[in-house]
Each structure stands twice: as C-alpha cells, then as structure tokens.
C-alpha cells in the first residue's frame, strides 16, 4: 500500500472488519485494539438503549433485558403486541412483533434468541406515527448532531427505505406534528449523553432510531431512543445523496431486485440480485 494518509472507515467496526482491513495489508496498528473492538461490541448491544432512556431520564419509556424465555409470556400478557428483538441485528432483523404468535412459538423464539446471545429486548408496542433517526458524527471533541433521516418500515419492523430530500423537509413533518420542540430539547441532551458513553472508544457516524407515536392521552410523543445504531446507517447515506443531488422532491432509496428495476436510477450497481434505487416518494 502506498505510503500515503490512510483512515480505514468500515460501515461498522467488527473482529471481521479488521481481519479483512488487515488482509489488504493495513498497519494493525493503525486499526482499533482488541479492548476497543470489545467496548464497540458492548455498546451495539440493544440494551445501550436502556443506559441512554435512563441518562435522559425516562424510565417510563425502558425496554426490558430478559433472560429467563417465561418472563417473555408474562411481558405479552401485561401489554400484548411486545417487540422482542435479538441484542446484536440490524435493519430490522432480529425483530419480531408477538402479536398473533402462539405461546408456545413465542416462547420457543424468545427462548432461542436468549440460547444464541444471551438475552432478549423486550419493548412495548407503540401506536406509530412516524419512525426517523437523528444522526451523530464522534470524534475526540464529543458527538455532534449532524441531521435527520426518515425510515420506512414493514409492520414487524424490518426496514424498507430511506426518504432522500433536503433537512428542511424533515424538520417540517417533525414540526406539523408538533414535536419540533422536543425534538430539538432531545438532540442536544443526547449529544451530553453520548460523548462520555461512545466517544472514548469509537470515531464516526451513529444514529439514534426515534419514533413519533400517539399516547393513551390521543396526543402525539416523542420517543427519543428505539435503539442506538454504532455505525455508519442508510439514514446517513441517505443525507449525503441528498447534499449531493439536491432533490427538489422528496424519493425513496430502496433496495429492489435488480431485475425488476427497468430503468429506475440505480445508485449501486447490481449486486447478489438486488440494486440501491431511487425512486419517487408518491408515483
């Protein structure tokens, strides 16, 4: 490799990710430690959701680390249609809503997802109204709020696309549900709460998946941490397409079979059958 300035910047930092930079011939030392790589896959577990609910101070708004596959059953009992989620996915997978789902497949999920890794998150349903991220870049100065993304995704969760538009679109859907206030209030909170938890042991680009969603009061809320992601996220690709195209309408970034696009603009070439579109939010 040429001796030139070189930063490696994986989408998210993982044993694999150095063993293939290190592969390319990279300087291990240049690379994040063992110990560094541990703290990182300490903070990707879904349970940092609960430490940054709690430094926020908003306990009523706790998911639950379960490890015992019955507490599962008795959680769906108290409030049924639960998210349980696997403590290490992504993009929604690993998720899966109980509502419908017998007790004993309920059981049998949870139960082989807390064999695999551990535990199982348990999190109360949520009336939706919208689903957005707020995205952070860490560096040794403290995490600084960077923008806003805006998610689609099925009704069990897994994700589906980006909107790709201006900021100034984002903060309007925000403030038309009459959350801008409270949106703003928690994006600097969650920069004090982020810089002393992430950024001793990780440089880059996060995001914080929050949720728009209507209380038993008939009001509008804000949830201001579904779940922290520790990595680069499509939110944030979503963002930079925008600075660099300047759509003048809001679009869709999904991920479609690449034989089915025709001649819908591809971001991606082609790859194992699907390709990066853009599309029209509203055809």
């Not at 998911?63 to 993009?91: A, N």
Request: proline letters at 6%; charged letters at 25%; hydrophobic letters at 40%.
């Amino acid at each position: 490799m040429p001796d030139t300035p070189f930063e490696a910047v994986p989408w998210g930092w993982s044993e694999d990710a150095r063993r293939q930079f290190v592969a390319a011939g990279v300087d291990p030392a240049t690379l994040p430690s063992d110990e560094t790589l541990r703290h990182i896959r300490r903070l990707s577990h879904r349970r940092s959701s609960i430490a940054i609910l709690s430094a926020m101070g908003l306990d009523r708004l706790l998911p639950e680390e379960v490890t015992d596959p019955m507490r599962t059953l008795q959680l769906e009992d108290e409030s049924p249609g639960r998210f349980f989620k696997s403590p290490w996915s992504c993009s929604g997978r690993g998720v899966f809503c109980a509502q419908g789902l017998s007790r004993k497949v309920l059981l049998n999920k949870t139960a082989g997802i807390i064999h695999r890794q551990g535990s199982v998150m348990a999190e109360r349903g949520y009336r939706k109204v919208a689903e957005f991220g707020a995205l952070y870049e860490c560096d040794t100065d403290g995490a600084k709020f960077r923008g806003l993304s805006m998610f689609l995704t099925e009704a069990r969760g897994a994700y589906t696309g980006n909107i790709v538009a201006p900021q100034d679109y984002f903060f309007g859907r925000i403030d038309a549900l009459g959350l801008l206030r409270q949106l703003e209030d928690a994006t600097r909170q969650l920069e004090d709460v982020l810089a002393p938890m992430i950024t001793p042991y990780y440089k880059g680009w996060l995001g914080i998946d929050m949720m728009a969603y209507e209380g038993d009061d008939g009001m509008t809320h804000l949830h201001p941490c579904i779940e922290l992601n520790l990595r680069m996220t499509m939110g944030v690709a979503a963002m930079k397409i925008a600075y660099r195209l300047s759509p003048t309408r809001p679009m869709l970034m999904s991920w479609q079979r690449a034989a089915t696009t025709d001649n819908t603009p591809t971001l991606l070439k082609p790859r194992e059958g699907f390709a990066l579109t853009l599309t029209d939010l509203n055809p």
